[in-house]
């Protein structure tokens, strides 16, 4: 079923499987101080755990809390964790947790909730997988304290416990921690800043989130992850909108106050807007790519990889994509460009389309026509146009193509589907990940390359996965470059990954908001918002 609401005079449909009007999907006590935002997506998926999408990060950052955070500076701060002290040897960490932490039903966090949380994340995590590897125990010491001792010195630790994505080390009760990895936890209790409402859920459409008035914040000022995490409003409640426009017009007309990522072509209606702020409020930016399936044919062979990546040209991605060099720009760097692990080998490979060498390759390759199935989101404008060129290029490189259309939640669930594409599988899907938690090879999910236990994609690069820990075990900073550039140079020549280009996405809120914090995570801590 299909019902209409009105945005400045105008009809939009939107598919929700019952009737429900604008004014019925925004309501809230007429007494709570509420902020409506429109993020990415509707959200789903909602175990962090099992998803690495964003929609479900930033869902994890309103309600669960982490032992560690990172500041703008990129410093590690203790934030669930009161202090941690290391043993002389380097080898044995002791966390203690901070007084004040509570669940949202009402039972404290203990240090067995840690435990089981960090067991859990480090089965799926490829950060955690490879820690794991350097970890010879994890215990209690104490109702508020935790021993995690290391094989050998490395500073993996504290880094994997801090890190900002795409799988956060969130910490969850020890009975919800001891779901299996493989399954999606069936209970949102946590004990951050918000508490997740079930009563008002409305899968990919609505999701609403109240005060924990529990919730003791830190001291120290708000930045990123890290320090006081201060709520000063009733309510926040995320809705998803079908179109691009609808939202644009509702900020506009004051229905709703925040807008998590305004489409580049949209942003002059409210770039001179006096009731309404742009920002770009990841100053990092992000960078966009795409996944070949290496598991199946056509791409489990290398050169046809190789083939594709030559025929797909960041311009035309980013064009598409952006369409203003004001917030974008060609980069081969698996780490990022203008970051300590910049690199720029493959540069010639994967910023022009070159045809001409992916006809090449598909001869050298004896590609007998298999389709390629690539995964095409409609509904989430900074993922939309990727795979509409990607498929263009491969076509003109002489690849049978076929789109596969479907929402970005249906995309992130079939992320994870290891059969064959004319098994309902997949052979291309493309996304984007912030700068800030991509610029080393454990916080770049995308460079894991141990077979299925990767990620989506699931490449198998033994040497990678060498490089990764010697990254670990490495202190001087010279030979950390060495070896990601090393890595740099595999993943583009196995075609682990794809880049697409850079770019930064704005945001738009009502000038009612005042404390909207500039972060690679959206969080809506620290905001107030005025009633005039």
Aim: aromatic share 8%; hydrophobic share 40%.
């Amino acid at each position: 079923m299909s019902t209409k609401f009105k945005a400045a005079g105008r009809s939009k449909a939107i598919g929700m499987g019952a009737a429900m009007s604008l004014a019925a999907i925004l309501a809230a006590p007429a007494s709570a101080q509420t902020i409506t935002a429109v993020m990415q997506s509707g959200l789903r998926v909602m175990d962090p755990v099992v998803s690495t999408a964003f929609i479900t990060r930033d869902h994890g950052y309103m309600i669960y809390d982490t032992l560690l955070g990172v500041n703008e500076k990129f410093e590690i701060k203790p934030q669930m964790a009161e202090k941690w002290e290391v043993s002389e040897d380097k080898k044995t960490y002791t966390f203690t947790l901070r007084d004040g932490l509570k669940w949202h039903d009402g039972a404290p966090v203990t240090s067995e909730d840690a435990v089981a949380s960090i067991k859990r994340w480090a089965q799926q995590d490829s950060t955690g997988q490879v820690l794991m590897t350097m970890v010879s125990d994890i215990a209690v010491a104490d109702d508020k304290s935790f021993k995690v001792v290391l094989k050998e010195p490395t500073s993996l630790l504290l880094e994997s416990l801090a890190k900002l994505s795409s799988r956060p080390a969130f910490i969850m009760p020890k009975r919800i921690a001891e779901t299996p990895p493989s399954e999606s936890i069936k209970e949102f209790i946590g004990s951050g800043p918000f508490r997740f409402v079930a009563s008002e859920f409305k899968p990919g459409l609505k999701v609403v989130y109240e005060k924990n008035k529990d919730y003791v914040p830190r001291s120290e000022p708000a930045s990123w992850t890290a320090g006081g995490k201060v709520v000063n409003v009733d309510r926040v409640q995320w809705i998803a909108m079908p179109d691009q426009m609808t939202p644009v017009n509702a900020l506009l007309n004051g229905e709703i106050d925040f807008i998590q990522q305004v489409p580049f072509d949209l942003l002059p209606m409210l770039e001179n807007n006096s009731d309404v702020n742009v920002e770009v409020l990841d100053k990092l930016g992000n960078w966009t790519y795409y996944r070949f399936n290496h598991l199946h044919p056509p791409f489990n062979n290398k050169l046809l990889r190789q083939a594709a990546m030559h025929a797909v040209g960041q311009d035309d991605v980013l064009k598409a994509l952006v369409g203003n060099p004001k917030y974008s720009k060609t980069c081969p760097a698996v780490f990022g460009c203008d970051t300590p692990y910049a690199n720029s080998y493959g540069q010639d490979i994967v910023i022009p389309s070159n045809i001409e060498k992916a006809k090449e390759l598909l001869k050298e390759a004896k590609y007998d026509g298999t389709p390629v199935v690539i995964l095409q989101p409609t509904d989430l404008a900074m993922v939309a146009a990727q795979p509409v060129v990607i498929a263009s290029a491969l076509r003109k490189a002489g690849f049978n193509v076929d789109l596969k259309t479907m929402d970005w939640q249906s995309v992130v669930t079939q992320q994870g589907n290891q059969k064959p594409a004319s098994e309902g599988g997949w052979n291309i899907f493309s996304t984007y990940s912030t700068l800030a938690t991509s610029g080393n090879p454990f916080g770049n999910t995308t460079v894991a390359s141990n077979g299925k236990k990767a990620w989506a994609g699931w490449p198998d690069v033994p040497e990678i996965e060498k490089l990764r820990l010697e990254f670990a075990r490495a202190t001087d900073e010279a030979e950390r470059k060495k070896i990601t550039a090393h890595i740099q140079k595999l993943a583009i020549n196995e075609g682990v990954v794809g880049p697409l280009g850079q770019f930064s996405v704005p945001a738009a809120y009502s000038k009612k908001l005042t404390g909207v914090l500039a972060s690679p995570i959206t969080v809506f801590w620290n905001i107030k918002k005025s009633d005039k």
